[in-house]
C-alpha cells in the first residue's frame, strides 16, 4: 500500500514575553505553520480531507491562539513550545501526525516530530 505525506499550513497573530536569559518585553508575532500527516492511502486515494485537517486548524487550534497573550498558556511560551502544543492538540484528532513547523518570522522556526529523548 502507497503512504503519503500530507501538509496543510495555517496562521495565527499572538504576544509573548520572556524573562531569564531571553528578556524581552510583550510583543507581537505573526506565527505561520505546516502540520503534516504521513500514512496509507485509504480506498478512495487520500490520506485525510484537506478541507477536514483546515476545518480543525482554523476552528481549534488558530481559535485557541490567535490574539493569545501566549503567557497565559504556558509558563515558557517559545516558539518551541507552542510547536509542542499544536502537535499534541493535533494528535487527537489526526494521529497521523508526523510533524509540526512553526515559524514565528520569515527566517526561523521550530519543528517537532514527536521525539522524545
Not at 26 to 44: C, D
Request: aromatic share 12%; proline share 3%; charged share 20%.
Amino acid at each position: 500500500m502507497k503512504k503519503v505525506y500530507l501538509t496543510q499550513s495555517s496562521s495565527f497573530t499572538a504576544y509573548h514575553s520572556h524573562d531569564g536569559t531571553l528578556n524581552e518585553v510583550r510583543h507581537e508575532h505573526h506565527f505561520n505553520y505546516q502540520v503534516t500527516l504521513h500514512g496509507p492511502l485509504n480506498k478512495e486515494g487520500y490520506l485525510v480531507d484537506f478541507r477536514d485537517m483546515d476545518l480543525f486548524l482554523k476552528t481549534v487550534v488558530n481559535h485557541r491562539l490567535n490574539n493569545l497573550d501566549l503567557n497565559t498558556l504556558f509558563s515558557h511560551p517559545t516558539t518551541e513550545n507552542v510547536a509542542i502544543w499544536i502537535f499534541e492538540t493535533v494528535r487527537a484528532q489526526f494521529p497521523q501526525i508526523v510533524r509540526v513547523r512553526l515559524a514565528e518570522a520569515p527566517d526561523r522556526w521550530a519543528e517537532y516530530t514527536g521525539e522524545e529523548n
